[in-house]
């Protein structure tokens, strides 16, 4: 069987200030990300936005990072893609689909450039 791996990247802002709830040994924050993209049809070009369920966990003693987690904040996320499922009340079934960031930081002001290419361009400036 093919082995494959469950992960993202993804950049967005935060919709609003993350809802954390602590447990005896971990804490989670719990928010929305916006996240869109331009799409192009012809002459016309629009912003397409949604908002994904977001999650981060976190020991107790390592929880200062959710002060990042705050409403507006543009942060990139790395993690994998948890499905869930459950039955409510009148016996009726959900799923969805949240994503569980491991890693977050501030986007970089400026992309950079793959590895290829800077050393490609250091070679041209020793030339």
Do not use: C
């Not at 002060?67 to 499905?83: I, S």
């Amino acid at each position: 069987m093919k082995k494959f791996q469950n992960i993202f990247t993804v950049s967005g802002f935060v919709g609003k200030d993350a809802e954390i709830r602590q447990f005896t040994n971990a804490s989670v924050a719990r928010f929305p990300l916006a996240i869109g993209r331009q799409e192009t049809n012809g002459d016309e070009t629009k912003r397409v936005s949604a908002f994904v369920n977001m999650e981060v966990w976190r020991k107790n003693e390592h929880t200062e990072s959710f002060d990042q987690l705050a409403k507006g904040a543009l942060l990139t996320f790395e993690g994998y893609f948890k499905p869930e499922e459950w039955t409510d009340k009148d016996g009726v079934k959900h799923n969805r689909v949240i994503m569980v960031a491991t890693k977050f930081y501030p986007v970089p002001e400026e992309e950079e450039a793959p590895a290829e290419q800077k050393k490609a361009e250091k070679k041209k400036g020793k030339q």
